[in-house]
């Protein structure tokens, strides 16, 4: 079983940046496409950006051009780095890979 752990959440100002990171337990993670989603209250889950084992990506329109995502398979981790943060960003960010989901890290934007 790989657990998958994100960290980098917190709290930052409009226009401001943070980075979210997701270790996996194990080397497997390197074969699979690993994905951040996101959750805001009352909503439903949606995917943000999705990396394959090959580095292609792809990402939710509202994000194109502000969020980044990148791994290193070495380290087995995943990250997102958002910039140009709006209040319409804060939600629950989920890093998954397969069929694997990570606890969660909250994201919040406000001023």
């Known amino acids: 079983q790989v657990q998958l752990v994100e960290s980098g959440g917190g709290l930052v100002q409009p226009g401001g940046s943070l980075r979210l990171s997701c270790t996996a337990s194990g080397s497997i993670f390197a074969i699979y496409t690993a994905a951040w989603y996101r959750q805001a209250p009352g909503k439903q889950r949606e995917l943000v950006a999705q990396i394959t084992s090959g580095e292609n990506t792809n990402y939710a329109n509202s994000v194109k051009g502000r969020f980044t995502i990148s791994r290193n398979n070495a380290k087995n981790t995943v990250y997102l780095q958002m910039n140009s943060l709006q209040p319409e960003d804060t939600a629950v960010y989920y890093c998954?890979?397969?069929?694997?989901w990570g606890q969660g890290t909250q994201v919040t934007v406000s001023s």
């Open positions: 998954n890979a397969h069929l694997w």
